[in-house]
């Protein structure tokens, strides 16, 4: 539990951003558990009479209320079989802040506390100490998928922003019905199973997302909850800068994976603008009052209380296309690098998002700004619905990038296969199809979710080509889609199975299958949802309850 929660429910707290803190926790549990929780130092366990242990956790570093989580479950800690360099690396950096010579960097500008960015031993610390938990039957995917990940990614992150803002990192494997794919609070990083499954490109991808968030989003947080894409679209953007250095790709190959990842975010973004409300679609709804606290230390959350609000996606995808835009009109460079300043100027602070326009714009060569402005960039990106118009028109001037090249020369066999009548075909003639990586495929599934009809066979072949029930939970997803929109019987399966293992994606499935009026998919819909429901996220719940009576 934690931040997904009001935690003014788990113990008395103030909750608008400003109400900053420090904490310290001791909990008590039965000796079979483990307990982790935002907290400096990894906690081991004391243990009492009868069965029982004590954990005892703090922080000095004054946060959000709101940022703070605990997890208590029979976990198991995932080690690796044999010690790699990576880990010798990592527990050889091992220290906390109270062991540090602050004998400094810069002066900080937050409230005193033991600050990292003071310490020149946490500077140069690529790799902070992680450990990693799971339920013991999800051990032997985390040992193979997730472990070998953690080293690369955390490095990655460092090279890009460096000093890490936390001493170090937990990372726990949470179950089907947790509500997203990931989250991250201070010291400790949640993952969906659903991570776990296919190539390691999903688990990657996220994990990066969620390392970016000690960052963006905890060690500098929007002092305005309205303000999501601060954090959201930060992390976003850097997930892919992340997770190419991670890969240790070539710079052609990084620009080929992150053009096809904007291609994937350009057409999520268009279909969420055509499906949502137009006051949902702006990311700074409350213009010039935006960060305004009443004189009673109130605030309002506009949409708040609005349950659509928890499923869409515009404040990260609109963030990271602005990201974007400014990265590539300033040059890589030239945004990394400030962004390491602005990172060594706000850390430990709460920020609007003129303090990062204003202060972007105030370090970048004058014709680097050419027609840049603070208010231009509200306007055309924070404050307004719908597309923004530098970003329509960049998207209609640019060229597709190689890798969605080959996904639409694919795409075209598969629509000639489909269309060809049933007939036996002599050896040699049937089509030959590419090995697509996960991000291909996605998108080959999205251009065939355009196709009016898509006959059995099709997709019996398309099925077994790419052994979709295999796959990461971003392209089985699409996978389900197509068989929901087509009736493709056969894989109802594959649908069940989705529905009950990956809830934090199976909410818009349950709504295809609705909204079908196919009677066969609507009772498939009705009785997955009464096998999970008892288990499944309240608010999640009450969502698909709502569509399905």
Not at 69 to 81: D, L, R, Y
Not at 208 to 214: F, K, L, M, R
Not at 225 to 251: M, R
Request: glycine fraction near 6%.
């Amino acid at each position: 539990m934690g931040s997904p929660l009001n935690n003014r429910a788990l113990f008395p707290c103030q909750e608008p951003p400003v109400a900053m803190s420090t904490w310290q926790a001791t909990v008590r549990a039965a000796a079979s558990f483990v307990v982790l929780m935002s907290g400096e130092r990894s906690a081991k366990p004391t243990q009492l009479q009868e069965g029982r242990s004590s954990w005892h956790y703090y922080v000095t570093m004054p946060m959000p209320a709101s940022t703070f989580t605990i997890a208590v479950g029979a976990w198991t800690e995932v080690k690796p079989e044999t010690c790699s360099s990576n880990d010798l690396a990592a527990e050889g950096g091992s220290f906390s802040p109270s062991d540090a010579d602050f004998g400094c960097v810069e002066v900080c500008c937050h409230m005193d506390y033991p600050c990292r960015f003071q310490n020149a031993s946490a500077a140069v610390q690529e790799i902070i100490p992680h450990r990693v938990f799971a339920p013991v039957c999800l051990q032997g995917a985390c040992q193979e998928t997730l472990l070998p990940l953690v080293p690369p990614c955390l490095a990655a992150a460092h090279s890009v922003l460096g000093t890490h803002p936390f001493s170090r990192l937990d990372i726990l494997i949470v179950p089907a019905n947790f509500p997203s794919l990931g989250m991250a609070s201070p010291h400790i990083i949640f993952l969906s199973q659903s991570t776990l499954t296919g190539r390691s490109h999903l688990c990657g991808t996220r994990l990066c997302h969620e390392i970016a968030h000690a960052w963006f989003g905890l060690a500098i947080g929007a002092r305005d909850w309205t303000e999501e894409w601060l954090s959201e679209g930060f992390a976003t953007h850097l997930e892919d800068v992340f997770w190419a250095k991670a890969q240790q790709l070539a710079p052609h190959e990084a620009r080929e994976q992150q053009e096809l990842r904007a291609c994937l975010r350009w057409r999520r973004l268009q279909d969420e603008v055509r499906s949502s409300p137009e006051e949902m679609q702006v990311l700074r709804p409350n213009k010039e009052k935006t960060g305004y606290v009443s004189d009673s230390g109130s605030s309002v959350i506009k949409h708040g209380l609005n349950p659509e609000k928890v499923f869409m996606q515009v404040h990260y995808l609109k963030g990271y296309f602005l990201l974007r835009f400014l990265a590539r009109r300033l040059g890589d460079d030239t945004y990394f690098s400030f962004l390491r300043k602005f990172v060594h100027t706000f850390h430990g602070q709460l920020i609007l998002s003129q303090d990062f326009l204003q202060m972007l714009l105030e370090n970048i060569p004058e014709e680097k700004g050419l027609e840049l402005s603070v208010e231009s960039i509200f306007q055309d990106w924070l404050e307004s619905s719908g597309i923004p118009q530098p970003l329509q028109t960049e998207r209609q001037a640019g060229a597709e990038c190689g890798l969605a090249r080959q996904v639409g020369v694919e795409v075209e066999k598969w629509n000639r296969g489909s269309r060809r009548p049933r007939k036996r075909r002599r050896r040699g003639t049937e089509e030959l199809f590419e090995k697509l990586l996960p991000d291909q495929l996605v998108l080959l599934l999205e251009h065939l979710l355009e196709q009016k009809t898509l006959n059995p066979r099709t997709l019996q072949r398309l099925e077994r080509t790419y052994h979709l029930p295999q796959q990461d939970a971003e392209v089985r997803h699409r996978w389900c889609e197509l068989i929901v929109k087509h009736k493709y019987t056969k894989a109802y399966k594959n649908v069940e199975r989705f529905l009950q293992e990956d809830q934090a994606m199976g909410i818009y499935l349950y709504g295809e299958l609705m909204l079908s009026e196919d009677a066969r998919q609507q009772q498939l819909a009705r009785r997955c949802f009464e096998l999970t429901k008892a288990q499944m996220d309240v608010g999640s719940a009450q969502v698909v309850a709502e569509m399905l009576f």
